[in-house]
């Protein structure tokens, strides 16, 4: 699948781990609403491990498949390729961005930065857009980083005004337009859908 900058507009990301009902469900009625991307990201507590993590995201890599979305993974190497992925998004202690553009030298590549210095470090030219963040608090990610504001997406920008960027960390529906200003071409939420009452309102409202 092509990269299109415009695919990181609604980006939802979701495991089973933030589901209060089947994750299937969730993502169908996410996917009908109009969201542009998806990641798989099967961790933390209560999250399923081996053949259970593997079913759940052949199913859920399904219901993108049917609705043309990019299916992403968060990380997990091993799984990339059962799966079939059309991206990986990884973080700055997951494998070095070097050897997973080696390993999949046809697939979408996001990383995530959140400082100045991951900034100079990483090798901008090996990916396909960059997670900027944690922008807001977040209660999803058990490891989250200190938040880093608006104005790291403002720092970016400046930097390198061509780079796709996705806001990441604790995107609402009240603050989801105010990265969108700020220069992010997207945003990325869990709980804004997963714990919403109305999942078409909670996306259309994104």
Known sequence: MTFKREALRK????????CHRDPNAVLEEALAAGITAFQYREKGTGSLNGKEKLQLGKELRECCRKHNIPFFINDDI?????????GIHVGQDDMPIEEVRTKFP?????????????????????????????????????????TVGLEWIHTIRAQFPNIP??????????????????GADGVSFITAVTEAEDIKEAVNKL
């Not at 091993?78 to 059309?86: I, K, N, Q, R, Y």
């Not at 901008?124 to 922008?135: E, R, S, T």
């Not at 996705?166 to 700020?182: D, F, L, P, T, W």
């Open 11 to 18: 980006y939802f990301i979701m495991g089973s781990q933030n």
């Open 78 to 86: 091993e799984l990339a390729s059962a799966l079939e992925v059309d």
């Open 106 to 146: 046809d697939k979408i590549i996001g990383l995530s930065i959140s400082t100045q210095e991951e900034l100079n470090r990483s090798p901008l030219d090996l990916v396909d857009y960059i997670g900027v963040g944690p922008i807001f608090a977040t209660s999803t990610k058990e490891d989250s980083k200190q």
């Open 165 to 182: 960027i996705v806001a990441i960390g604790g995107i609402q529906i009240e603050n989801a337009h105010s990265a969108i200003e700020a």
